[in-house]
Each structure stands twice: as C-alpha cells, then as structure tokens.
C-alpha cells in the first residue's frame, strides 16, 4: 500500500508576505513539517507542490518537488483543486496532506494517526485540538444542557480541527470529495501542535516558542 504525503506551498501568501520561507528555529517555516513527516517510516514519499521549484533549497533532504500550475496559486483557490490536480498526478493509496503552517506537528503524532488508516479500522484521519469547556453555537449551547450543567471534568468535549494533517484514503477524495472520510480517527494534538500560522503575531508566538 503506497503512501504519500502532500504538502502545497505557494510563495506569494498576501497576509503574512513570503510566509513559507520566513525563519524559525534556525530553519525556513517550510522546512519543520517537511522533516516530521520523512521521518514517518510508514510514509514512501513526501512531496511539495508548489510552482516555485526554487522552494527545493528551502526543504530537508528525501523531499520532493512537483511543480504545480500557476493558476492554482490564485487567492480565489480552493484548497481542494490543488488536492485533484496532485491525486491526478502522482498516484498513491493514502495522502496525508499536510501545511506548512503547522511547524510544531511532531513524527509520533503523524505516525500514530497513520498507523490507524493503516490497520483498516478508519478510511481517514485528521488533527484536532480538545476542547473540554462549555461550548455555544448559533445562539444554543452544543455539549450540554443548560437545566443540568455537568462538571467541566464530565462535560463532552469539542474536538476542534487544526492545520496539522489530513489522512485519507484515495477513494475518500476521488469519489465524495472529502478529506474526512465516513469513519474518521480523530487525532488529538498538543496545544503547541495546535498552533496555525496564518498572520504576523501568530508567527511572532511560533518564534518565542521556537526558541524556548
């Protein structure tokens, strides 16, 4: 069973200019995921798609690099036409797709949520955050009732999707279109794991926790 993992990357990001490149921790932001995921050993090989193959000076060793259209680097873009365009092009049975912007995401925690696409038991996997406190939504309280309110220790969690990764079978995305599959593993991450790079004081917090 081939396993491949996708990590799209474009150079010019609007919010945060030439995010992907910028430093932490000594390396380019680009660079940290990239390293946790060619140490997953169930992983054949991780690939950036950009349109830039010069992002190749950026990136660890074992990775690499398809070019990707230009087009797709359009800010009107969904994340799901770069998926097809990739899946179109290199084949494989499980991705694990994966963003930069997430450079905290550890080896084991990629590897302990892959092992269980693996073993059959889910057709997918995904990073999330847990959320145990008392959760609203539209107006209406989601996890527990306001006539009987639990403890927090015993209230029902909310698990909150992060940047991390996405595990998928093939078929999950090539016949439904989805990168959560029906029976989803729900993999819990730090909340330094957590962390999503998207704006300048996001960065700014990965860089004092980078250095600690």
């Not at 150079?11 to 992907?20: A, D, E, F, G």
Request: with cysteine; proline share 5%.
């Amino acid at each position: 069973m081939k396993v491949v993992a996708l990590v799209p990357i474009k150079l010019n990001s609007q919010r945060l200019p030439h995010k992907n490149i910028l430093p932490l921790g000594g390396q380019p932001l680009c660079w940290h995921i990239c390293n946790s995921l060619v140490q997953v050993k169930e992983i054949d090989e991780v690939y950036v798609y950009c349109s830039d193959i010069t992002v190749a000076k950026y990136l660890p060793e074992k990775v690499l690099v398809k070019k990707r259209a230009s087009h797709l680097d359009g800010d009107l873009v969904k994340g799901s036409e770069i998926y097809n365009s990739f899946i179109n092009e290199i084949d494989a049975d499980i991705y694990v797709l994966a963003h930069t912007t997430s450079p905290f995401v550890e080896t084991k925690t990629i590897q302990k949520a892959l092992e269980q696409v693996l073993s059959g038991a889910y057709d997918s996997a995904f990073s999330a955050k847990r959320i145990q406190t008392f959760a609203w939504y539209q107006g209406k309280p989601i996890n527990y009732e306001l006539t009987d309110v639990p403890r927090t220790q015993d209230i029902e969690p909310v698990w909150v999707e992060t940047s991390g990764f996405f595990i998928f079978k093939k078929e999950i995305f090539t016949k439904y279109n989805r990168r959560i599959g029906f029976q989803p593993y729900i993999q819990e991450v730090t909340d330094k794991e957590a962390i999503d790079i998207d704006e300048k004081q996001d960065y700014d917090l990965a860089c004092i926790l980078a250095e600690k």
